[in-house]
């Protein structure tokens, strides 16, 4: 079974519609992290966020918002008001604490398109 | 602030042939990883090292070789390339602890012929 699993292989949509990337997880792990990555068209891996499984707490940042649930085993990822530049295929990766290291799972993308 | 350093850009092999992927960070960061990147598959580990002289298999090893003899740098190995090795690979360096984030190279565009 994947330990990350982002189900929307691409998804479309026009400037400035909001949209929102999903990832579920699946740990035995009491303490992990979730990670976002965004790779844009010209290749390179950017971190976006980090979160720890202890802290629930949603986080803006921006036109970024995250929305973690462990009841769901989710963390949820939206942009408000899409703009071209968020074109990108993002990522939802996982670190375990009995990994012992940074290691990531990683699950296998959503291409965002936006069209103008 | 070079970060991670991913050398070279893009490389054409013919099978059988044999080459290595340079990767070097300047971050004094114990921790170093290889990934490949398929379509539709997302990033799937290839080998990690949490320090000089220490490394360790990932989830797809099989073709690959790694060492460590320096903090900086995590040079990956193909002895003789196939096709299926065909694929975009990322160095990444973290702090070793579970939790850091991981900090990318900008890739290697491999093609075995």
């Known amino acids: 079974a994947q330990k990350v699993t982002q189900a929307q292989t691409e998804i479309s949509v026009v400037e400035k519609e909001d949209v929102t990337l999903d990832c579920v997880y699946e740990?035995?792990?009491?303490?992990?992290?979730l990670f976002w990555y965004k790779q844009p068209p010209s290749g390179e891996l950017v971190f976006l966020i980090r979160?720890?499984?202890?802290?629930?707490q949603n986080e803006i940042s921006g036109r970024y918002s995250w929305n973690f649930q462990k009841s769901t085993s989710s963390f949820n990822f939206t942009i408000t008001a899409s703009q071209v530049v968020d074109s990108a295929v993002y990522f939802c990766?996982?670190?375990?604490?009995?990994?012992?290291?940074?290691?990531?799972?990683f699950g296998k993308g959503t291409m965002l398109l936006v069209s103008p | 602030n070079a970060g991670v350093t991913q050398t070279p850009k893009f490389q054409v092999l013919k099978t059988g042939q044999s080459m290595t992927l340079q990767c070097a960070q300047d971050?004094?960061?114990?921790?170093m990883s290889w990934y490949r990147q398929d379509p539709g598959m997302g990033l799937r580990l290839i080998h990690y090292?949490?320090?000089?002289?220490?490394?360790d298999q990932g989830e797809v090893p099989n073709g690959y070789n790694v060492s460590r003899s320096t903090t900086e740098d995590f040079p990956l190995r193909l002895l003789s390339a196939a096709p299926s090795q065909t694929s975009v690979y990322f160095c990444?360096?973290?702090?070793?602890?579970?939790?850091?984030?991981?900090?990318f190279g900008d890739g290697t565009r491999l093609s075995i012929l």
């Open positions: 979160r720890n499984s202890f802290d629930e």
């Open positions: 740990t035995r792990d009491t303490t992990y992290y």
């Open positions: 990766a996982l670190s375990e604490s009995s990994s012992g290291y940074s290691t990531l799972t």
């Open positions: 090292s949490v320090g000089a002289g220490i490394t």
């Open positions: 971050m004094n960061h114990e921790y």
């Open positions: 990444a360096s973290s702090y070793g602890q579970v939790g850091q984030p991981q900090h």
